[in-house]
């Protein structure tokens, strides 16, 4: 809608330098909704999840219904309508890392971070999920901590790993795992 | 139109022909041919998520969807053959391993789709003895809708019907693989004015009204066909009675009116029809209080009164609620049995307003509203007033159809709204004149504060160029202080781009009353009364036919002491009349009042006599629409006690004054309407007359805000109230919720209010107590307030004297810390 009297959206729940991204996501396309799957990405990392508040902010900035932008969010596993830890620990349980042991990485994890499938840990450093394919069978059993691929897991390797995560920042990427 | 291309094919070895891009399936079924099918609806473009419509088609190794399939040039397919047999039954078993099988205690069961496409293709077993899909349920989307995830079988139909229909996007698909389903977002209660259409189209019980839930089997019901008479669009319905009770409202086919949809407040808005709270016996007020009493003791009091007074003295307001056949014979009743010319069923009209000098109604046809190219809304909101012909609109934005609004809050419909012309109070008139002149072609005038020059010249630019635009003006317009500047700059419009002018105004059966006389000056099809006098003499005997007062001159003369008895059928004039201390004025002076009505209203309770009437849904007769269409209504329970006909009780009191008034059903009236009424006839449509409009006046100032009271009122329209019918039916009072007003942001910053918290709006004249909803889509400086809430109404704070209303507006608590 072109209003006669310039912009009425506030983009509620968003800052203005991330409505300016969006919008600038927006003009990269022929089609500006297509912008949508980024967009929801720079309101999740402002926010730290996709609370109703930030979709109500990229529907208005990229004048969708919420329902819309609430419904393609919820197709997608990277996306998160509840708060998370600092890092999200999703372990890939689809075939090559089921055949290379992906359960006994799973269990680990659960026992070591005292947490289940879905929760986070109280500390916030971290929250655990499942993922089906992760597109890294050449590393199987893998997990991803929040962007960072870690593969070839043992119980003993993801102990080493997560006491690089453990101040609640990304390690450099130097120190990121093969 | 140039002949278009045909395909032959042979489907279960007929030969048939069809258009070029007609699919398999739509050839199959104008042949004959069954095909079943669940997502495909014949209003929407194919989908082929279902996969029930599978066809052998020749040469192709696989079973096709007939859905999606265009029927081509010797194309050859088999609908009934061993393999795709299996194919369905494959199908209908996959469809089934999730589905609950709740069918005994399912709203749907015996009217259900996926039942009897399973009866008549299913396998009759199923391999499944796994799990099924376990969702929490019934999970309630709100007060209209049920929802029930198990029974979907995720066929689309509700959500495509919200995005491509209704352009409310109302429900959604969620998760995605196993997970998926239907919902809103975060199940939160659903936001749409025509969700009742996706209960109706849901192809099993996964969507249903939380208002049938166990009600009625479909078997038990009787259907009585019926026009909707609830906003004035005359959406042909089908009312299911069951004993002396209407369990639902559905919507019946009607192509030139609402095609197969209604909106929610004509699905849910029947349940006042047998509330406990209409009225059975007639009313008489003794020693202060009302008595039951009798018809023979009513009518005598109202006819003895009459007969100590002259008929001049004696006025009628009301009427929207008649039939076409009530307000006839109260047309006749006034004027040739008591003898004055002052009636007018244009009581919310506000004095010296635009809204007395323009025949209400459209001359725009409904259905051709989908083929606009260019659609200007001025002071109308559409899909608060006549919502089903938003659905004919969207049609036409599908087709790239500019829609231009001129109001002071931006419309529901914003983001199919092109050029959203967002005015301050007063400032309307203009932006029309600027607008108009740019359609003009001269350079706009300068534009008002706030107005992009640009943005107007663009729209006018498009409408300049439209070869089907329609221009509507609403009743916010009209009412506004610069109303007769935004009436004349529309007209102005209109007459540049060679359009007629649609003014919507009026609910109910207003177009009705209006044809049938029920106006100070003309007579029964809007003709003059001098013209129509003496064919009016032979069919009523002698009669008045000077030109009355109008609706606030009846007022007024009440106040002066100039009547002795006024007669209110069908009204509530407390909260219908513009300024309520005008209502209590007169009505303190009027020695008598008599009130016709279901229900015992503000009004009624400030009656001498109050005579216990039927409603539309009681009745057989017709009405006509806003578009000049008659259709007909038909009685569909008989009513309660011993509540009466408009038109018979007219009658009977006639009788009582001497007069003869005898018809022997609505079917002579009818008849006799004919003859005075040019074009008058079942589903045609009368003609609306417009008077010849004034030319643009330049814009006037203004008026500047008062002490204390910062804020300038909008009164204005929602579909969901809470008025003396809608309150009554649960499911409407409840999609209204409580009384409430629209706040800028910064203006509820100000008085540190809170949404959702309750505020006081205060006048020179009154307050009202809402709830605050704080949204940018009314400008700083302004409040909204809806009209018909009965709890918080309007009319308290306005003074009609003043054109323009300013209140102050206060936090009741203390705005809750963020």
């Known amino acids: ?178 | 139109m140039s002949e278009q291309p045909t395909v032959t094919l042979t489907i279960d070895g007929k030969a048939l022909s069809a258009h070029k891009g007609t699919t398999v399936y739509q050839a199959a079924t104008r042949a004959g041919i069954e095909i079943p099918i669940f997502c495909y609806h014949d209003r929407m473009p194919p989908l082929g998520a279902c996969r029930m419509c599978l066809v052998k088609v020749e040469k192709q190794p696989k079973l096709q969807t007939s859905c999606t399939l265009e029927a081509a040039d010797g194309m050859v397919v088999y609908t009934d053959t061993p393999e795709v047999k299996a194919g369905q039954e494959a199908i209908l078993e996959f469809l089934l391993i999730n589905h609950p099988l709740d069918c005994p205690i399912c709203d749907k069961g015996g009217e259900c789709p996926l039942q009897d496409q399973t009866y008549k293709f299913g396998p009759g077993r199923s391999r499944f003895v796994e799990a099924k899909r376990d969702f929490a349920k019934p999970v309630s989307l709100g007060p209209a809708l049920v929802l029930d995830r198990e029974r979907c079988i995720l066929c689309w139909r509700c959500v495509r019907f919200g995005e491509i229909i209704a352009g409310d996007d109302a429900l959604k698909g969620f998760e995605r693989g196993f997970s998926s389903e239907i919902n809103t977002p975060f199940t939160l209660p659903v936001q749409s004015k025509f969700i009742g259409n996706t209960i109706a189209i849901c192809p099993v019980g996964a969507l249903t009204a939380k208002s049938y839930r166990f009600i009625s089997r479909p078997w038990d019901n009787r259907p009585v066909q019926s026009t909707c008479t609830l906003c004035g669009v005359g959406c042909a319905v089908e009312f299911d009675v069951r004993g002396e009770r209407i369990t639902r409202t559905r919507a019946r086919e009607h192509p030139a009116v609402n095609d197969i949809w209604l909106c929610d407040l004509g699905f849910f808005g029947h349940a006042f029809v047998d509330h406990t709270d209409r009225l059975r016996r007639p009313l008489m007020r003794r020693e202060g209080g009302f008595v039951e009493t009798t018809w023979d003791e009513a009518l005598s009091q109202i006819a003895s009164r009459l007969g100590r007074t002259s008929g001049p003295r004696v006025a009628m307001l009301g009427g929207a609620r008649l039939t076409n056949e009530d307000a006839y014979v109260a047309t006749r009743f006034f004027r040739a049995v008591v003898g004055t010319p002052h009636l007018d069923h244009r009581v919310d009209a506000r004095p010296q307003s635009p809204d007395l000098a323009v025949s209400w109604g459209m001359g725009t046809a409904i259905a051709d509203l989908a083929l606009a190219d260019c659609v200007v809304l001025i002071g109308c909101d559409i899909t608060e007033t006549y919502p089903v012909l938003w659905l004919r609109m969207k049609q036409a934005t599908e087709r790239g159809a500019t829609i231009i609004a001129v109001t002071p809050k931006a419309l529901e419909i914003q983001r199919f709204v092109r050029w959203q012309f967002l005015h301050r109070s007063g400032q309307g008139g203009a932006v029309m004149l600027a607008l108009a002149d740019a359609v003009r072609g001269t350079a706009p005038r300068e534009a008002p504060q706030g107005i992009d020059r640009t943005a107007l010249a663009a729209a006018a630019k498009a409408l300049g160029s439209a070869s089907r635009p329609v221009v509507m003006i609403g009743r916010t317009a009209l009412d506004a202080p610069d109303g007769w500047q935004m009436l004349a700059a529309s007209g102005e419009m209109c007459r540049k781009t060679g359009t007629e002018l649609n003014v919507m105004r009026g609910k109910g059966n207003a177009f009705g009353a209006t044809a049938a006389g029920l106006l100070p000056d003309v007579a029964p099809g809007g003709r003059a009364l001098a013209d129509a006098a003496s064919e009016l003499r032979q069919a009523w005997g002698s009669l008045t036919t000077e030109a009355g007062m109008t609706a606030p001159e009846i007022l007024d003369a009440a106040v002066a002491g100039g009547l002795d008895v006024l007669f209110v059928i069908g009204a509530d004039l407390a909260n219908d009349v513009p300024d309520r201390e005008r209502w209590r004025a007169a009505r303190a002076r009027l020695p008598f009042l008599v009130v016709q009505d279901a229900f015992l209203t503000e009004t009624a309770q400030m009656a001498d006599v109050v005579l216990p009437a039927l409603v539309a849904a009681e009745k057989d007769g017709t009405v006509t629409s806003i578009e000049g269409r008659v259709q007909r209504v038909r009685a569909a329970v008989s009513g309660p006690g011993d509540a009466r006909g408009d038109w018979a009780i007219l009658a009977a009191l006639a009788a009582r004054l001497g007069k003869t008034i005898a018809y022997s059903g609505w079917e002579e009236i009818f008849n006799e309407m004919r003859g005075l009424i040019p074009g008058l006839g079942i589903d045609e449509r009368l003609p609306v007359r417009h008077p010849p409009l004034g030319k643009p006046s330049e814009p006037e100032r203004p008026a500047s805000a008062a002490g204390g009271f910062p804020l300038i009122l909008i009164p204005g329209e929602a579909l969901f109230d809470r008025g003396v019918l809608t309150s009554r039916s649960p499911t409407i009072a409840d999609l209204a919720g409580e009384p409430w007003a629209m706040l800028h942001p910064d203006d509820a910053g100000t008085i540190d209010a809170a949404d959702g918290e309750p505020v006081v709006i205060t006048s020179a004249r009154g307050s009202v107590a809402v709830r605050a909803r704080i949204s940018p889509v009314v400008l700083p400086g302004h409040v909204f307030l809806p009209r018909g809430y009965d709890a918080a109404p309007v009319n308290t704070l306005i003074d009609v004297n003043e054109p323009v209303t300013f209140v102050q507006v206060r936090a009741l608590a203390p705005a809750a810390p963020s």
């Open chain 1, 1 to 178: 809608m072109n209003a006669g009297n310039g912009e009425r959206g506030t983009g509620n729940g968003l800052s203005s330098a991330a409505r300016a991204e969006i919008r600038r996501l927006m003009a990269q396309f022929p089609e500006p909704q297509s912008a949508l799957l980024d967009a929801l990405f720079v309101a999740q990392e402002e926010v730290g999840y996709l609370s109703p508040e930030a979709i109500r902010g990229v529907a208005e900035v990229m004048d969708l219904p919420e329902s819309e932008v609430t419904s393609v969010a919820s197709f997608y596993h990277l996306y998160h309508f509840k708060p998370v830890g600092a890092h999200v620990i999703q372990v890939c349980t689809n075939l090559s890392c089921a055949l290379n042991g992906c359960g006994r990485i799973l269990q680990h994890l659960k026992t070591r971070l005292k947490i289940d499938v879905g929760q986070t840990t109280p500390d916030r450093r971290f929250t655990l999920k499942t993922a089906e394919c992760l597109a890294a069978c050449e590393l199987a059993p893998m997990m991803l901590i929040g962007d960072d691929r870690h593969g070839q897991l043992t119980p003993e390797k993801v102990d080493a790993i997560l006491t690089r995560y453990a101040d609640g920042r990304s390690p450099k990427p130097e120190a990121r795992g093969p």
